[in-house]
Structures are given as structure tokens and as C-alpha cells.
């Protein structure tokens, strides 16, 4: 990366360099660019049996939709009975 590129968004992030840093971070961002430049080449093709750490849908269990326990039963020991519960401030 060029020093004017470094300068252009130093100048855009407010920080002030010298002439030595902005040679450095020129070469710090050059080879993460570099870096950055080697990771497009991993292959990142979709493959289902990896990708889902070996979890097959039909090994799942069904999911079945039962009944809650009633309101006044939950209720039964909370200290507010407006339908809901009452915890403690945390934030201030």
C-alpha cells in the first residue's frame, strides 16, 4: 500500500502520523492486505454433511406442542398478581 493511501486514511480516521510511522503502518497494512489476499483463495463451497457437524434432520426428535402450566399455578408464589413477575433493578 502506497504512502499516500496510508496518509489519505489516516487523515479520514483524524490520527497524525510521522513520516517514519507512516512508512510502517504502510508496510503493517500491506501485508494485511496480502494476508487478506490468501484467504479468498480457501474454499468455501457448501458441502451439508460438513457443514452441519454430522446433525442429520431425520436423527432429530419431532417436535410436539403440549399444553403450559396454567397461569395461577405459575403465579401462585410470585409477589406481583398482575400476570406477571417482579425482579430485581439490575441497572441503574
Known amino acids: 500500500m502506497d504512502l499516500e493511501m496510508v496518509k489519505y486514511l489516516a487523515d479520514l480516521g483524524k490520527l497524525y502520523f510521522t513520516d517514519e510511522e507512516l512508512e510502517e503502518n504502510s508496510r503493517h497494512m500491506t501485508s494485511i492486505v496480502e494476508?487478506?489476499?490468501t484467504i479468498k483463495e480457501i474454499d468455501i463451497t457448501y458441502d451439508p454433511l460438513k457443514d452441519n457437524k454430522n446433525v442429520y434432520l431425520p436423527d432429530l426428535r419431532k417436535d410436539n406442542c403440549e399444553p403450559s402450566m396454567e397461569t395461577e399455578k405459575v403465579?401462585?408464589?410470585?409477589?406481583?398478581?398482575?400476570?406477571c413477575f417482579v425482579v430485581p433493578k439490575v441497572v441503574e
Do not use: T
Request: proline content about 0%.
Open 75 to 83: 403465579l401462585k408464589n410470585a409477589v406481583n398478581r398482575n400476570n
Open 35 to 37: 494476508l487478506m489476499d
